[in-house]
């Protein structure tokens, strides 16, 4: 039985509802979802039910968040149309406590899209840090992001890119080497095409796209034009999905790793490069203690299995990649210091991650 050993991966992108959406999953069911699927660090999105915009907000998710956890987890302040006037006080209070800043720009969960191009400009103007800006953008949001990222000199984090003309666009800007622009791709991109759009469980922000756009996505992973994985784990329960308007998003932090394993025996991608989009790179990018996470790792199985249900940790019980073939099974995780997935079961105890 051969073993492999990994570094514990990184999340730069993730919801873990909670509030009034914790029917959906809670900090504690999506942190033990990641320590499963072998991330020890989770970075929570803040389109919450609550937006997260402010001191009080941040302040409400870090005493939900804190006892429940079991991995670590880093927040984003969010900005919504109605905080936009707050925007230098919000962003003073809780730039230090937070990884980055998180811009809606296209539609997605929550009513938090901004728009006009005055807020935007404002936005940009006013987050002085040299943490990223994170954008959602589709459409002609992108080249808008672009451009006042390289107007203000800003850091700009690209939330999963989808389609190869999005590629092209970002290539432009980053060959003026103006400012930092860092590229995200989620594992449903890589891995299922829009043939899954029909069904709900296929449904997300942005759609499945082509499978020339999924193999441009791939090509610039090998070309290294793609910086980071981020799962983009947005659950829905079944019934939603199932309802007359399915909400968009799907959940995946239990399948990303064994799925990237499984290109790898592809002949897809590398071990090396698993490792520079899912560990390396978000701890650079987001200023993460290194050694801590270097020390970490998840210890896998070369086994054949297809992808169930019935085991998964998350609240929503479903996940788009079901009956997916995949070589290798996560046996144990190891996180500060502990064993804190085994075989199965979570032994990490809950508020033993931090918020960091
Ligand atoms: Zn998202």
Not at 27 to 47: H, I, K, Q, S, W
Not at 75 to 87: F, K, N, R
Not at 257 to 266: F, G, M, S
Request: hydrophobic share 35%; with cysteine.
């Amino acid at each position: 039985m051969s073993l492999i050993k990994l570094p514990i991966l990184i999340d730069p992108h993730t919801h873990c509802r909670d509030f009034e959406q914790n029917n959906k999953e809670t900090f504690e069911t999506a942190t033990r979802a990641a320590l499963a699927g072998g991330y020890g660090y989770v970075a929570d999105m803040p389109n919450h039910s609550h937006p997260i915009v402010d001191k009080r907000t941040l302040g409400e998710l870090k005493d939900l968040a804190e006892k429940q956890i079991v991995t670590d987890l880093g927040i984003y302040l969010g900005v919504t149309p109605q905080s936009v006037s707050e925007a230098e006080k919000n962003f003073r209070e809780c730039e230090g406590e937070v990884r980055g800043l998180k811009i809606y720009m296209g539609e997605t969960t929550g009513g938090y899209i901004v728009d006009s191009d005055d807020d935007l400009d404002k936005i940009f103007r006013t987050w002085e840090s040299n943490k990223p800006i994170l954008v959602h953008t589709e459409d002609k949001s992108l080249v808008k992001a672009l451009e006042l990222a390289e107007k203000y000199k800003r850091n700009l984090y690209v939330c999963h890119v989808s389609r190869k003309d999005e590629l092209e666009l970002i290539d432009k800007f980053r060959q003026k080497r103006k400012n930092n622009i860092w590229v995200e791709v989620t594992p449903h991109h890589l891995f299922l095409s829009d043939k899954m759009s029909i069904s709900p469980f296929g449904q997300m922000k942005p759609p499945l796209s082509s499978d020339e756009d999924k193999e441009a996505l791939w090509m610039a992973v090998i070309k290294g034009e793609i910086d980071t994985i981020g799962t983009d784990h947005a659950p829905h329960t079944r019934e939603e999905k199932m309802g007359i308007k399915p909400p968009s998003g799907v959940p995946g932090l239990e399948t990303t790793l064994v799925l990237l394993l499984r290109a790898e025996k592809e002949g897809k991608i590398s071990r090396e490069k698993i490792i520079e989009l899912t560990h390396n790179n978000p701890i650079k990018i987001f200023n993460l203690n290194k050694e801590k996470y270097d020390r970490a790792e998840v210890v896998l199985v070369e086994e054949e299995f297809l992808i169930e249900e019935n085991n998964l940790k998350t609240k929503c019980g479903w996940t788009p990649f079901k009956e997916m073939r995949v070589s290798h099974k996560i046996v144990e995780v190891n996180f500060d210091g502990k064993i804190g997935y085994k075989d199965g079961e979570i032994l990490a105890v809950s508020g033993s991650g931090k918020i960091v």
